[in-house]
C-alpha cells in the first residue's frame, strides 16, 4: 500500500467527516452539503479503488485519468456557484422585500400613535 | 370627487439629502396644490428624514439602503394601501422641476405612465459626447419596444397611473438603470400606455453630469445588459382593481 492511496483515503474522509459534521451542528442545509457529500464519496470510491478511474476515463476516452477528475471537479464547484449566485439573489429580493415592510409598518404604527395620542388628548380636553 | 392632484403622491426617493429634500417637498406642496408628498428615505445617514418631515411630506425611512428603484417601488406599495391613484416620481435633489407635475398627472387621462423628457425642447439640459450616443440609441430600442417617439428613457421624472401604479408595486427593478430601462420594458410588455411630455430641468444641484468617455461606455453597457435581461424575461401580468379613494 503506497503513501498515496493512503493519502487519497484519508483526504476524501476528512471532506466526508467535516461536512457531516456540519450538518450534523446544523451549519450546512441538505440541499447546500448535498454537493459535497456527492463529491466527498466519488472521491472515497476513487481513493479505495483507484482502477475505477481509469475505467471511467477509457469510458468518456479521457486518456490521463487525472483529467477527468479535473474537469469533474470544476465542474461541480461551477455548479455550486452558480446555485451560490441564485440563492444570493433570492435573498437580496427576500431583504428588499422585508425592508420595504419594516419601513411601511414602521409608518403606520407612528401614525398609529401620533392619533392615539391626539385621541388621548381631545378626551383630557374636551 | 377628489381633482387628479389630491389622488396623486409625490414619491420622492432621497439618500443623504438633507440640503435639498426641505426646499424641494415645500416647492412641490406649493406649486401642485392637493398632493400629497412622500419622501422614501433610503436608509440616509444624515437628517434627510427630520427636513422631509418638517417641510410637510410624510417619510419612509427604509432600514437600509436599496437603490432608486427599491425606494419606488415601496413608494408604490404605500400609494397602493393607501389608495392613491397615480404616482410622480420627483427627484429629491432639486433637478426635477415641480411645475411639470401638473402636465404628467393631466396626461394620465389617455395613458398609463407618462415620462418627463429633458431633451424634447424644452429648457436648457444638455448631455454631450458618448454618454448622449448611449442615451440615444436606448432611446431608440425603448420607442419602437413602446410604440411610442420616446426621447428620454432614463427620466427619472415620471407618473404612473393608477394600472402602473398596480404593476410597479409588485414589479419594480432596483437594479442601477434597471429602474428607468427596465420598468419601461415591464410597462410596454404589460400593455401599460406610455407616452412623453417636454419637460424642463434644472442643473443638478451638486456635481455635473460626466462626460468621460469610459464611463459612458460603462453607462451603456449597463444600459444594455439592463435591456437585454428585461426582454430576456417572461412578461409580468397583474390583476388590476380599481382602485378605492383615498382615505
Known amino acids: ?126 | 370627487m377628489p381633482t387628479a392632484l389630491e389622488r396623486t403622491l409625490i414619491v420622492m426617493p432621497a439618500f443623504n439629502e438633507e440640503e435639498a429634500v426641505g426646499a424641494v417637498v415645500r416647492e412641490v406642496l406649493r406649486v401642485a396644490p392637493g398632493v400629497s408628498c412622500l419622501v422614501v428615505d433610503d436608509g440616509s445617514l444624515d437628517s434627510t428624514a427630520r427636513e422631509a418631515a418638517a417641510a410637510g411630506a410624510t417619510v419612509l425611512q427604509l432600514p437600509i439602503n436599496l437603490g432608486v428603484g427599491g425606494a419606488m417601488r415601496a413608494g408604490f406599495k404605500y400609494a397602493l394601501s393607501k389608495g392613491f391613484a397615480n404616482v410622480v416620481q420627483v427627484d429629491s435633489d432639486g433637478q426635477h422641476d415641480p411645475a411639470g407635475i401638473a402636465e404628467l398627472v393631466a396626461q394620465l387621462d389617455h395613458y398609463d405612465l407618462v415620462l418627463g423628457a429633458r431633451f424634447a425642447g424644452v429648457g436648457d439640459y444638455a448631455v454631450r459626447g458618448p454618454r448622449r450616443w448611449a442615451m440615444q440609441v436606448l432611446s431608440g430600442i425603448l420607442s419602437r419596444l413602446t410604440k411610442t417617439k420616446l426621447t428620454d428613457t432614463t427620466s427619472g421624472f415620471r407618473a404612473s397611473g393608477p394600472r402602473a401604479v398596480a404593476l410597479f408595486a409588485q414589479h419594480y427593478p432596483s437594479e442601477y438603470l434597471g429602474d428607468t430601462v427596465e420598468s419601461l420594458v415591464i410597462a410596454s410588455r404589460s400593455k401599460l400606455r406610455v407616452t412623453q411630455v417636454p419637460v424642463a430641468m434644472r442643473p443638478r444641484a451638486g456635481g455635473v453630469p460626466s462626460h468621460n468617455p469610459y464611463k459612458a461606455a460603462v453607462y451603456l453597457g449597463r444600459a444594455g445588459m439592463a435591456l437585454f435581461v428585461a426582454l430576456i424575461r417572461p412578461p409580468v401580468v397583474v390583476a388590476f382593481t380599481e382602485p378605492v379613494s383615498p382615505a
Request: charged share 20%; net charge negative.
Open chain 1, 1 to 126: 500500500m503506497s503513501a498515496s492511496y493512503i493519502f487519497g483515503i484519508v483526504a476524501a474522509l476528512i471532506v466526508l467527516a467535516v461536512v457531516i459534521e456540519s450538518l450534523r451542528r446544523h451549519h450546512l442545509r441538505e440541499r447546500h452539503a448535498i454537493w459535497w457529500l456527492a463529491a466527498g464519496i466519488v472521491a472515497l470510491v476513487i481513493g479505495v479503488f483507484p482502477d475505477v478511474l481509469g475505467w471511467a476515463a477509457s469510458l468518456v476516452g479521457v486518456t490521463v485519468p487525472t483529467n477527468l477528475v479535473f474537469f469533474l471537479s470544476i465542474a461541480v464547484l461551477f455548479l455550486v456557484s452558480i446555485q451560490h449566485s441564485g440563492e444570493l439573489t433570492e435573498l437580496e429580493s427576500e431583504t428588499r422585500t422585508l425592508a420595504e415592510s419594516v419601513a411601511l409598518q414602521d409608518l403606520r404604527i407612528k401614525e398609529l400613535e401620533k392619533a392615539l395620542a391626539d385621541a388621548l388628548e381631545s378626551r383630557r380636553n374636551p
